[in-house]
């Protein structure tokens, strides 16, 4: 069933809804309609962040009647409990996964891949972005031969795939099916004023030679990633997909940004197909469902503030005590998701500070006031659509862009990690206590509310599972 309309951009603005992709056809919409079964397959790196999104338009799609497979590197360790959070939500993924409805399909992980991920926590920044791209760029050519032969054992119409996975597209290519890139914001893309890649750098430094170094080491990380997936493409005897691939839309068929034109603002007109679907959030179970021990530990005295570092950057209890500390000197309650810090913190808990190992974060968001996170794109878009102020502490990658177009937005504050203190998170908390950024958060998450999310993702890869495609012949 099409539930949501479909809203394809291309070029012109951002801001206005622009007609279909020429080379999709102006029949596209009555594919959609159609909705013949359809298999998808997904594919992401094992991490929350690059998972969420695809998880939710899978649910989407399960609800419709359709069927998905999710291709997921298997990280198998010994003892694997005692390894880092990064690690250890990789080794559980494919489970909750699985028991979400979908079959998983294992891709081998490249030896090379655990050791950037037992680095990423410790990196900042660039640094931060450097070894991300490493990771997602090891084992390119065994994932897309797997993926390609998963693909054409299980039939797939389709190939989604997070944007930081090329194997997904060179997978596609390889099996002569359409691919769909999963874009969590815009982030990637040039904007007016916005500074590098993985930068957090005020808009005053602009031209200055920081400015600068920081850009040529992103195009360098540009280039090396360009060079990689050409590098990929040849020994797959496949075209190579072009250069300038981190800040395009990659995908020649269609391109799902979870994200709104409000949410990115000074973006530049993007080349391609490229369907804005607001934020593609699961749906929220009530909480008393979930956890009756959460539920009795919601403080009746408000202001409450909800902290987490997410999954990744969780293994930093003393950045939790300097945050916990900060809500306390701004007279909040605290509910703390502490990850692997959980033992480490247990000496600060009390009746006005909660701490839990996880949470479920969706349905506690409409508990609280303000949210104090790292920034990664899931928590921020689950906190904009729950019109949820937030003071962002950013360690690297889209964490830097984020806390600045957080506040760009006026929706929040963000506090460079190395300048972290009691006092900067205690302030940072009262302005976001302010009845005018209250007020904007409210605005945005009312205008996240017209987008489809998930339901409008996957209008747009039913589709083009329906629509003819041409491919280029392999070499």
């Known amino acids: 069933m099409h539930c949501c309309p479909v809203v394809f951009c291309q070029a012109e ?70 390894w880092p959070a990064p690690v250890r939500a990789a080794v559980s993924l494919p489970k909750l996964i699985a028991a979400e409805g979908a079959n998983v399909l294992k891709l081998n992980p490249s030896p090379r891949a655990l050791w950037y991920a037992l680095q990423l926590p410790h990196a900042i920044g660039q640094k931060e972005l450097e070894i991300a791209l490493a990771l997602f760029t090891s084992g390119l050519v065994a994932q897309a031969r797997r993926i390609a032969a998963h693909t054409l054992r299980i039939g797939a119409a389709v190939v989604v795939g997070d944007y930081l996975m090329p194997a997904a597209l060179l997978g596609a290519c390889l099996a002569r099916r359409p691919f769909v890139a999963l874009y969590h914001s815009a982030l990637p893309f040039p904007a007016t004023d916005a500074p590098p890649f993985g930068t957090v750098l005020p808009k005053s430094s602009q031209g200055s030679q920081e400015w600068h170094d920081a850009e040529a080491r992103l195009a360098r990380m540009s280039t090396l990633f360009d060079q990689q997936v050409a590098r990929a493409a040849a020994q797959l005897h496949l075209p190579a997909p072009g250069t300038g691939l981190l800040t395009r839309p990659i995908s020649p068929n269609l391109n799902l940004l979870a994200t709104a034109p409000v949410l990115e603002p000074g973006l530049l007109p993007l080349a391609g197909h490229v369907l804005m679907t607001g934020p593609c959030l699961r749906r929220p179970t ?147 206590f302010g009845i005018q950024v209250i007020e904007r958060a409210r605005r945005v998450s009312q205008a996240l509310g017209s987008y489809g999310g998930a339901c409008a993702a996957a209008d747009g890869i039913l589709a083009l599972a329906a629509a003819p495609v041409n491919f280029p012949h392999n070499k």
């Open 13 to 82: 603005s951002l801001a206005q809804v622009v007609q279909y992709p020429v080379d999709i056809g102006e029949e596209l919409l009555t594919y959609a309609k159609e909705e013949p079964f359809a298999h998808i397959l997904l594919a992401a790196h094992p991490t929350v962040g690059h998972t969420s999104a695809l998880r939710a338009i899978g649910a989407e799609l399960r609800a419709r009647g359709h069927a998905t497979s999710f291709a997921l590197m298997h990280v198998r360790i010994p003892f694997a409990a005692a």
């Open 286 to 432: 009530p909480l008393n469902r979930l956890d009756p021990s959460l539920l009795n530990a919601l403080p009746a005295r408000r202001p409450t503030v909800y902290i987490s570092l997410g999954t990744v950057f969780n293994g930093k209890p003393n950045v939790y005590r300097t945050l916990i500390a900060g809500a306390q000197a701004a007279d909040a309650s605290v509910i703390v998701s502490a990850g692997a810090s959980e033992e480490a913190l247990a000496d600060l808990r009390s009746s006005r500070v909660r701490i839990f190992q996880q949470v479920p974060q969706v349905e506690l968001l409409e508990h609280v006031d303000t949210v104090i996170t790292h920034g990664g794109n899931n928590t921020v878009q689950e906190c904009l659509a729950a019109a949820r102020p937030m003071v962002v502490i950013p360690f690297g990658g889209d964490q830097q862009a984020n806390a600045r177009r957080i506040e760009r937005l006026g929706v929040g504050v963000a506090i460079p990690a190395n300048d972290l203190t009691l006092a900067c998170v205690r302030d940072a908390l009262m302005r976001t």
